[in-house]
């Protein structure tokens, strides 16, 4: 599987030719790994993209050739068509959205690359497109946050109403999380979803949407919930919520986030986000088993979860925090 990467000996004209410095011992069989990182929109991806740089180094015998697509699809199908032109070993994809990988997921396949899911799931056809899947069960995380919802709010049976700030339409993490919220709005006949906002799990935009909705209102909204999808998302709508007057916590706005990035739990801490449920973006290393077991002709599961907890304020300690790894 390996391929020998010719190390290139630069030569040395007579004239130009100072005593060389020792020669470090580098390894010279790499295993090669294409990655097609969606983008660095949240805390989230940037803390994964550290996880998978740490995880696949020239010392532990990779080689990584790393994309940045800027949440584009069209930049990771070519960076993956790039990859299979480069002849990797693996192909690491966490894909920006579910659909549209089929044809150059094929490719790969034609090439006889394995593909990781990392992170996010597709929607294709066929399943042996991809190798594995190492990541998070988003659905499974949107019902914890709803169950929490419903626990908090069982009592009240006059309306509740719920702002909704999703993360990246299409992707399977805001699937996964808006199905499960939606799906509880359902079964409860006084909770109403009073606006479904796109903030792309990004602060800034999300801090714009807000706003701008909060602003469009004949008159400032009751509102008993917000429903964020990621950590950003969440700071950038408590912003644009307490600028209006809102206080956020437990007497206020109930505020639900994902992911338990350090600074979300910060937040938690004080109060101002009542649930943080846990998405942990640190997958290097169960990826690195995936391949391992590959190398050695295993055949590795179809999925590989992350461990996912939930935290409110009374589980959290500033000890607990500074631990953190992202
Ligand atoms: O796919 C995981 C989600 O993507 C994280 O919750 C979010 O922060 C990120 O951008």
Redesign the pocket.
């Known amino acids: 599987m390996k391929k020998l990467i010719a190390l290139s000996l630069s030569l040395c004209l007579l004239t130009a030719c100072a005593p060389r410095p020792p020669q470090q011992e580098q390894p010279t069989d790499f295993t090669v790994i294409g990655v097609s990182q969606l983008?660095s929109?949240?805390?989230?991806?940037v803390a994964n993209t550290e996880s998978i740089r740490l995880t696949f180094t020239e010392e532990t015998g990779y080689r990584l050739l790393f994309e940045d697509a800027q949440q584009k699809q069209e930049n990771q199908i070519a960076a993956i068509r790039k990859f299979i032109q480069q002849q990797a070993d693996y192909i690491l994809l966490?894909p920006l959205c579910v659909s549209g990988w089929d044809s150059v997921l094929q490719e790969a396949k034609a090439a006889g690359i394995p593909v990781i899911l990392v992170?996010?799931m597709v929607q294709v056809e066929d399943d042996t497109l991809y190798a594995a899947h190492v990541?998070?069960n988003?659905q499974w995380e949107g019902e914890r946050a709803a169950a929490w919802l419903e626990e908090t709010f069982q009592d009240v049976h006059g309306p509740v109403n719920i702002l909704h700030i999703q993360?990246?339409l299409g992707?399977?993490?805001q699937l996964g999380r808006s199905a499960a919220l939606e799906e509880a709005v359902d079964r409860h006949e006084n909770w109403s979803l009073l606006a479904q906002l796109d903030g792309d799990?990004i602060q800034a935009k999300t801090y714009e949407v807000t706003a701008q909705w909060l602003d469009s209102q004949p008159e400032p909204p009751l509102l008993h919930a917000v429903y964020c999808?990621?950590?950003?998302t969440a700071f950038g709508a408590i912003q644009a919520l307490e600028e209006r007057g809102y206080t956020c916590g437990q007497d206020g706005v109930q505020v639900i986030s994902?992911?338990a990035t350090r600074q979300g739990l910060v937040y938690c801490m004080e109060g101002k986000i009542s649930l943080e449920v846990e998405?942990d973006?640190m997958m290097g290393p169960l990826v690195e088993d995936v391949i391992s077991l590959l190398e050695e002709g295993g055949v590795p599961d179809k999925h590989y979860y992350t461990r996912e907890r939930l935290f409110q304020r009374q589980d959290l300690s500033q000890d607990f925090i500074d631990q953190r790894t992202y």
């Open positions: 983008g929109e949240s805390g989230f991806r966490m992170d996010r990541g998070s988003f993360g990246t992707s399977s993490a799990f999808e990621n950590d950003n994902f992911d998405c973006p």
